[in-house]
């Protein structure tokens, strides 16, 4: 399965733009990317996922590139209630549970 | 629709002695793979359950080990506890073996603390 780096943390501030990155350079053919959320003391919940270019949904968009290196989520006009740790993780759509990587994420930080 | 919940949400136990924890899964599923998430690190998978068998395990000691009921729902022992064990535990649930990543579905976890 693809590693992924993201950075350890961020900060923004309410109503802004936030872009987190992911770098996955060794992502396969078959993979799809997709972000989880997470807020304290409860599980990671979906947010988004993707293969190329772009998605959009209700909560968040999804920036692709032609290389599929890397990706970016961005969340729009973010709110304190955003502040929560994102994780992105690479795989197939059968992947094995033992293969599926949460990493440590990003820790976003949203200021009023 | 009843998402994934686990019991109890919060415990306290001391070195050496055995903690069950439990999960039923949203309804429709039929597997949940329980992970450990240390403080500040991303959740790290401990073993699959499907059919009432462990299907997949991660690189976790024999003290951990699990089962799966009938109806879906799922347990997990630790046995020997160490201070190290202190963490939230969080089951997840999906159809079949195999998935599509964004297809785990997160219980809101049981907190361990190991005294």
């Known amino acids: 399965l693809a590693k992924t780096t993201q950075p350890i943390s961020m900060d923004s501030y309410e109503g802004q733009e936030v872009n987190i990155t992911c770098s996955h350079n060794n992502i396969a053919t078959n993979d799809y990317i997709t972000w989880y959320q997470q807020f304290p003391s409860q599980g990671p919940r979906f947010i988004i996922q993707g293969y190329k270019t772009k998605v959009t949904n209700e909560v968040a968009s999804l920036f692709i590139p032609a290389d599929r290196k890397s990706s970016t989520l961005s969340l729009p006009r973010v709110s304190l209630s955003d502040t929560a740790v994102y994780y992105c993780l690479v795989g197939d759509m059968n992947s094995s549970a033992s293969k599926i990587i949460f990493g440590s994420g990003t820790r976003l930080s949203i200021r009023p | 629709d009843a998402g994934v919940t686990q019991s109890p949400t919060h415990l306290i136990k001391t070195r050496g002695q055995q903690v069950t924890l439990r999960c039923s899964p949203k309804s429709g599923h039929d597997t949940v793979s329980w992970y450990q998430q240390a403080l500040g690190q991303g959740p790290q998978f401990i073993f699959q359950y499907y059919e009432e068998e462990e299907r997949q395990r991660g690189n976790f000691p024999d003290r951990f080990s699990g089962h799966q009921y009938p109806n879906y729902s799922s347990e997990l022992n630790v046995n020997a506890l160490l201070l190290g064990d202190s963490a939230l535990y969080l089951c997840?649930?999906?159809?079949?073996?195999?998935?599509?990543?964004?297809?785990?579905?997160f219980g809101e976890g049981s907190r361990l603390t190991v005294l």
């Open positions: 997840a649930s999906s159809w079949g073996v195999t998935m599509n990543t964004g297809e785990l579905f």
